[in-house]
Structure formats: C-alpha cells, structure tokens
C-alpha cells in the first residue's frame, strides 16, 4: 500500500461543500501536484465535521492541525507554508473571538475540547465512501460478534442494560423495545431506521446519514438479529440527497462484501436493506404514519395500541429506531453496557448529539455526555452569546419542545430534567436565542409550522393548532385581549390531552414553555401594545434618545425609507410616519441610543425609559 | 470487494493501520524534516523523499514523518529529528538522502542512534 506522510481530511458535509469544498479540493489537488508532493499527501473527503459555520474546514493530520474557511485562492500559500515549509499557517487557524492567538490543534478548540465522540466517532476521520476506512475504525467486528457469538438475548441485554434510550425524541429504553419485538412470534419482522429528521434545524442524522452511513446500517444488522427480522428500510427524506447517495453506496458496498444479503458473514443470517425517499413531511416522522408512508399510502398516523412491535409495516411486527440511536448500537456491543454507562447519568445514559445553532459563536455539531449543564454547551463549546449580546432562552426539542430561560441554565442535560422545565431533549436541537428575540413571535414561529404540518386526520391538533396560531397572532399584531392568555393556556391542555399522535400532543409545548417562563412578554403584547424586543412591528415604535444621540449619522444612512433627520453632531429624530420598523437604526447606532417604545406612545419616553431602568434595577 | 469471512475485518484494519496511526495519533516514532528555505536550498525535499521512499519499501506502519520550519542552525542543513517515543529525540545534520536512508535502518527499525551523523541528544521533543 502507498504511504502518505501526510492526510488532510477535508470536509465534504453539506455545509462545506456549500461554502466551496469542491474548489478548494480542485486547488489543493494542483497545488500539490504542481510541488511534487501528490505521492507524500493524501487528500481524503470526509463527512460533516460539525463546525459547519467555520467552513469549508479540513484537519491535518499526522500535526493534527484545524484549518476553517478555507478558499482556492489561499490553497498555494498554504500548500508551500505547511506541506513544503512545515510552518502551519496561521491565517487560516481557528482564533477565540476576543483574542487575536490561533490555535493550531484541532483538540485545544474549545468547540472539539469538551466533546465525547461516540455517534460522531468517525466524523472527519474516514471517507464515508469508503467501507475499508470504516472496518478499519473496528466496524463490522460488533456486527460480526453479535451474528456469530450472541444470541438475541444476550444482545438485547446488553443493550437494556446499557440504558440507551431512543434519540428520535420520545426516549423510549432502546433494549426493551427490541424486547418486545423479539417476543412477538411472527415469519416477517421489519427493522426500520428513521432518518425523517423533519424538526427545522436539525441536521444532526444527516451528518451521521452523510459522515458514517455505516454505522446506521451496522445498528440495523445488529438490531435485525435481536428481533428476528430479515428485512429492513431506511425512510430518508428526499431532501437529503447527499444522505440518500452516501447510504446507497454503502448498502451497494454491504452486499458486495457479503454484510447484507444472504448469510451474511457465514453466520446464516440473512438481512436485507432498502432506502425509502419520504417526501418531507413532518408527521412522516411519527412511527405509525412513517410505516403508513413505506406502504405507499398517505403518511397519517393511527392510534396505538396496537403498538408497532405487535403491528407495524405492513401489520408486521416492526421496531423503528432514530438514526443516532442506531449509530450507538456498534461500539456497546464492542466495548459492552458499563462502557457506554461509564457516561451520562443513571437514567439518561452515554452521549447525545445536539445541533446548536441560534445566536452563538460556534455554530455546528456537538456531542456531549448526557448530564452536562446546558450553559457548557452554550458558553463552552458555543462560544457564548454571538456579539456579546445577552441569552434570552435555548429552545430544545423544535415545535415538540420548548423554551428555557436564563435561571434554568444550570439544568442537566438528561430526558428527566429537562421535561421538568416543560420542554424536551427531543431528537437534539438547540436554538440559542439572544435578547433581540420576541418570545410571542417565536412561540407563533412554531405554531405556524405544526400547524401547517398538522395531518388533518384528528381535529384536536387540526383546528386547534390553528386557533393557538390565530390567537398568537392576534396578539403579535395588537389584536390581544385580556384573558388570551389564560385561554391559550387551556386551550393547549386541551389539545395535548386529546391528540391521536405526538404532533398535536407535544405542539402546544413552545406555547406553554413562553407562557411559563416569559409571561411579562404576553402581557406587555396584550396590555401595553409593546413588544419590547421590537420584533412585532405592529407594537413598536422607535425613537432616538437625544440625550444619548451624538448625531453620528450612521442610522440616517442605514435607514432604507428615509425616515431619520437631523444635522451632523446634533440629536436625530426618526419621523414616525414614515418609519417601515425595519430595525435597521437599531443595530447600527453605537450608542444604544434607539429605544422601543410602545405603538403610538403618546406620554414622555423619559418617564417609561427610566421606569424600565427602575424596573431593571429592582431585579438586579 | 470479494465476500468478507470475519478473519478479513482484521486483515483490512491491519492493512489500514498505516494510514489511521497517521489520523489517530498512537505512532513510535516520528521524524521531523525541517525544511524552511535554507534546508530546502540544501536539498531537504531529496531527504523527505528517500525517506519516504524506505517507510515504504519496510512497510511499517507505526512510524511517522512531519515537517516543520527553519531549526535555526542554517549552516548545517538538512536537519532531521528523530523522537522514538519515551527516549530523547535526536537532531541529525548535514544528512542527505543517503543518510537518512542509513538513519532509518540503524535508529528508527534497529533502535540505534547513528552517533556520526548526530549534532544532539535529548533536545525539546514535541510530541
Ligand atoms: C410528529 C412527530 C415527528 C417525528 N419525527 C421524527 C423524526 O424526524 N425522526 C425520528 O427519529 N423520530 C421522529 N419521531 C419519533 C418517532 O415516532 C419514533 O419515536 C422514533 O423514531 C423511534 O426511534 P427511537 O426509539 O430510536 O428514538 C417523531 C414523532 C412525532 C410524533
Ligand atoms: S459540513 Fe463541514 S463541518 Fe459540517
């Protein structure tokens, strides 16, 4: 085999490959050519490194050096200063925001220094192209142990007392589903992967779909064998064609190499895969209207019991595992049930995947023990509050979850702790949210997505998601009357308690969660038509301080409809008729000197400026 | 790929072990060319590729090989540090493809420093 002094993993996820992978790997491809060092260093894609927001990204190794934000025309310089030179090149290192050092190895970034790789454990590491480099990280040696030296109990114990939990949500004890499955007498069984991922932001088993796809179908194999089944599907949304692509060549690699199809392994078990494409929608990704989908119907959920170990696809005995729940089972075979307890807590047991992305530093993939604080995640690995603006609330769990103030940062990341603030772990998101964020308006955000994503089948959540959205609406454009409040409030009880499937039963969640937690928000929308962060335009109104304003004139210029005046050095005036409350004076002025105020405040700013002030003071 | 038996899982994460000791760290020894633009000038890329060249040829694959800037000695380059793990590293000077060669059979296979080609023992390491 070539030797190669030299690897540079290149990401090729989607993100990079958004912001230019295949460029920079054409120049770095030339650029090594052109050196003569093509037969000393190897370039090898890899799947999403998580650090999508820094990207294109790609690790040296063996210097184990980061380069983020890659571009063509930087390869020759980088080329000849690294590879000819040895001297890493610094430009393109990671740097702390507030301070000017890079940081060269990869281990020392905060966003990789304090995460756990166990789903992600061949993130940036291997080709997912490539089967040989994923044997190579001891794949197939858990598949093949589980075929050929467990029997079905044996690997379903170990699963139960790994305490792995199901990571598409719900948080279901992985090895007693199986349990139950197993247990069901039946000539056709189906194991099924959901990689539906239909939360908005998520993309954490998209990049497990694209970076590893054979990790997923090492956990189906093994999954198969535990329940008895001999026929599998992996339910992609079309909208993941890179995931579809990468899990279709490694299933093709899979019966190539004799890992599917018949006697797989010389074990003389026989297993089959096939990707279903969903069209998208959210439901889809709910068990029983997601087996509805595979059959070819309409994708609708129906009541359970029976539940799917009893009659699933096709009324067969069925088990549907999330993505990253199946990328875990590989390496609990391999290195066993205290192994993977050795982290997380007593319920909430060994890694999770989250994907953090809102108003922090470091946007990207992250995973962590179960267990840790949400302010590590945060201010750790995120970086803390982009811009130095202030947190407001880390929303979790998408339209199922919700969301979490600043007094609750403290809390556990495990499935226990965080449905005690309301909302859910749920399948990983985590949206960071800043204090320019409208809490009404985000509640209506999630509204407007399960509502329009509602089936239809069961009128609780298909009406009464579109009365909760009327309503937040109504109270973003000024239309709140006193008692809204609490009407939302029952209405949502409503809703969850009669629900046919977890869409309708977890969407009120964003609406109770903002309720709970920032209900001084409702009310100053409801009584005092201000919305204080000045994100509902209807109740806002923006006005200069001339106390403050040093008639810099930098809002005139940023404002689009010309609705600033005033002289250089002297206050400006912002002429209300004419304002679009487009925000723009706001984020330019240097001075914080553009207040909100209430729609159409008529009494002196003064007074309500300096009773916010008094107000703020009180809570300090 | 043919069918795999379960002995051939092992034989592939053997065979990839080179690369992945490369990617993962858990390497014996590591070689250092430096090569800023005095010890390219003095024929530094000729070393890296004999050297190169021999890592093949003996097929081992807990051996790695890194470059790194000017050793601020520019008089005496090509310079080249070995640091077998857990014994102080050696800079070597003056060397050449033919050195090196002689180096990597003597230190880096056999676990003895070629003492006349050495400028210094046990110097910063940097692993
Ligand atoms: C409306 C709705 C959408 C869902 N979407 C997903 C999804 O996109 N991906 C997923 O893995 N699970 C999703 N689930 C959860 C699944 O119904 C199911 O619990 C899960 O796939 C089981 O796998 P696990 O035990 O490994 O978590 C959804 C549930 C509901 C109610
Ligand atoms: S796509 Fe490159 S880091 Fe995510």
Known sequence: MEKFRANL????????????????????????????????????????????????????????????????????????????????????????????????????????????????????????????????????????????????????????????????????????????AS???????????????????????????????????????IGAKAIGSNKGYIYVRAEYPLAVKRLQLAIDQCYEAGLLGKNILDSSFNFDVEIYQGAGAFVCGEETALMRSIEGKRGMPRPRPPFPAQKGLWDKPSVLNNVETLAQIAPIILNGAEWYRSLGTEKSTGTKVFALTGAVNNVGLVEVPMGIPLRTIIYDIGGGIRKGRKFKAVQLGGPSGGCIPESLLYTPVTYEDIIATGAIVGSGGMVVMDDNTCMVGTAKFFLEFTADESCGKCPPCRVGTKILLDMLTDIAEGRGKEGDIETLEDLARDIIATSLCGLGQTAPNPILTTIRYFKDEYESHIKDRWCKAGVCRDLTMFWIDEKLCKGCGACLRACPSKAIMGEKKKPHKIIQELCVHCRSCYETCKFKSIKILPAGYEGDPYELAGAAEEAKKGEA | MPRLKIEDLQKIKEKHKAEFTLREGGYRAKITVHMGTCGIAAGARDVMTALMDEISGANVTDVIVTTSGCAGLCAREPLATVEIMNSPPVKYCDINGEKIREIFKEHILGGNPVEKYALVVGSETTY
Not at chain 1, 201 to 209: I, N, T
């Open chain 1, 9 to 180: 993993m290149l990401c090729a996820g989607t993100g990079c490959v958004a912001s230019g992978t295949m460029k920079v790997k054409a120049a770095l491809v030339e650029e090594l050519r052109k050196r003569g060092l093509e037969s000393e260093i190897k370039v090898v894609l890899t799947g999403c490194n998580g650090y999508c927001a820094e990207g294109p990204v790609m690790a040296v190794y063996p210097d184990e050096v980061f380069y983020q934000k890659l571009t063509a025309d930087e390869i020759p310089k980088l080329v000849e200063e690294h590879f000819l030179k040895g001297r890493p090149y610094e430009k393109l290192m990671f740097k702390e925001p507030e301070k000017k050092a890079a940081i060269p190895a990869m281990k020392e970034i905060p966003f990789f220094k304090h995460q756990v790789l166990r789903v992600l454990r061949n993130k940036g590491l291997i080709d997912p192209e490539k089967i040989e480099e994923y044997i190579a990280r001891d794949g197939y040696q858990p598949a093949a142990r589980a075929l050929t030296q467990m029997t079905a109990e044996e690997i379903i114990q170990v699963v139960k007392d790994s305490g792995l939990r199901g990571r598409g949500g719900a948080g279901f004890p992985t090895g007693v589903k199986w349990d139950f």
């Open chain 1, 183 to 221: 247990k069901v007498q039946s000539d056709i069984k189906f194991m099924l992967c959901n990689g539906d991922e239909g939360d908005p932001g998520a993309f954490m088993d998209r990049s497990v779909m694209e970076a590893d796809p054979h990790s997923v179908i090492e956990g189906m194999i």
